[in-house]
Structure formats: C-alpha cells, structure tokens
C-alpha cells in the first residue's frame, strides 16, 4: 500500500509535464492497481478467516483425541476389572469341580465300603436259614434283618440262644470295622400287644435295647457306633391282612452304615 501511494504522489508531480495522452494512460493503469489491492486485500482477508477456523477445527480436534484417551482409558480399568472377575468365577468353577470329585470319589469309597462289609457279613452269617436272616446292600447301607423266630420267643424280648450265636458273629466283624455306624430297629405286626409290654412300641423298642445291651455287654461292640429305635407295626414289609405277612413283619433290622463324616464335611464347606 505504501508503494502504491509513493507511486500516486510521483504520477501527480509528473502530471502537468506529460500530454494528456500519457495522463490518461496513467490514470487507468492507477485505477487497475487500485482494484488490484483490494482484491489483495479481501483475499488477505479471506485468508485470516480460514486460518482462524483452521485453528478452532484444531482446537475441536484435541478436545476430541483427548476424550478419546479419557474413554480408552476407562474402557482399559473396565476390561481389567472384568478380566479379575472372569479369573476369580474360574477359580471358583475349578474350586467346585474340585469339590465335585472329592465327593464323588467318596460316594465310591462309600460304596465299597458298603459292599466290602456285605461280604463280610454274608460270610460271618451264612449258616442261618435264608428265612431267619438275609443280609442286603441298598443305598449304600448293609441290612441285616433278622426274623422275630430267630431272636425271640413271641412276645417277649429276652433274646433266644439261636438269637445270641447270631449276634456273636455279627459282633465279630463290627469289632473288625469300627468305622461303621449301627443303626438297630425293632418291628412288630398290627396285633395289640397284651401281657407284660404296654403295646408295639413298647414290644419293638425293648427288643432294639436287648439287641444294643448284647452286643455292648457280651461282646464290646463300642457304644458310641451303636442306636436303637423301635418303629412299632409302622413300618411293614408285607401284609398284616396274612398269617405268614405279620411274620414277616415282626423282624428286627441292623443297619450297617459307613461313617460319611468327611462327606458331610465337604457338603457344608
């Protein structure tokens, strides 16, 4: 600009020693430089426009990358905390199929636990008739029942000769497997009880206590591996409506069961 002025001030000292000619020219080429910066002018100004949104789209840009670090990041802490949980279920997934196997591995045991001591009590019983004593294994648990003929007079519970031999060698291998839990239940018939007992439950109760005071007493069988309940006519095998049913029925069962304490152990952890 300041040249175009220097040039202006020259052309007009030279004005009035040029012909009209030269004047005009001159003033026309003045008029088109005049044009000519301001066009440069819009156009500068133009420029700094588009730098100046240049430079707010650059600003927006890094505001931008930085809520974009902000969210890698939190989606960084998330992924890790979701990674710590997917490790901790895995580790209590394989902590249960741990816990899974031992108690399966138990139940095996406890099976042949249960079919190990019906062999041996088959073995030690086997000279009785199969109607006064069967020996089974179901559920895991060894029955031995024994018919009211084999054990005692009827109605009474005072145990009979035949009844003693048979629990000496029932005695014989519980002292062998200490291990074994010996439930001892007295059944009756639905016929009232008349004479010494009150009625069934009393009947089948006092011929469980004999049984227990027997094995403990004569035989030493512990105390501790030893119950007895009397389940009086609750709990038949067959019908009362029959001579040979009522008999079946009036029978006392020894239930032989290996100790599952480290079972119930892993069961409650």
Request: net charge positive; charged share 20%.
């Amino acid at each position: 600009m300041k040249k175009f002025t220097i040039i202006l001030a020259a052309m007009a000292l030279l004005a009035g020693c040029v012909p009209t000619s030269k004047l005009k020219q001159s003033q026309a080429e003045t008029a088109i430089l005049r044009d000519d910066s301001a066009r440069l002018a819009n156009s500068n100004t133009g420029l700094e426009g588009n730098i100046a949104q240049l430079k707010k789209s650059i600003s927006g840009l890094k505001d931008q990358v930085g809520q974009l670090n902000n969210q890698n990041s939190a989606l960084g802490q998330q992924s890790a905390a979701q990674g710590g949980l997917l490790d901790q279920n895995q580790f209590t997934l394989q902590q249960q199929q741990a816990k899974l196997k031992h108690l399966q591995d138990l139940l095996a045991q406890q099976r042949a636990a249960s079919a190990e001591l019906k062999n041996k009590m088959t073995a030690a019983l086997n000279g009785f008739s199969a109607n006064d004593l069967t020996v089974t294994e179901k559920n895991g648990k060894v029955y031995v029942s024994l018919s009211e003929n084999l054990l005692f007079p009827s109605g009474s519970a005072v145990v009979n000769v035949n009844g003693v031999n048979a629990l000496a060698k029932l005695a014989a291998v519980l002292n062998l497997n200490s291990d074994v839990a010996v439930n001892i239940e007295g059944h009756t018939d639905s016929i009232p009880m008349r004479g010494r007992y009150q009625d069934n439950w009393d009947l089948s109760t006092s011929r469980a206590d004999a049984i227990v005071r027997i094995l403990v007493n004569n035989y030493k069988v512990d105390p501790i591996m030893v119950e007895a309940s009397g389940h009086s006519k609750y709990d038949p095998i067959d019908t009362n409506a029959t001579p040979d049913g009522r008999a079946n029925n009036r029978r006392t069962e020894i239930i032989l069961s290996p100790k599952l304490d480290e079972m119930y152990k892993l069961l409650a952890s």
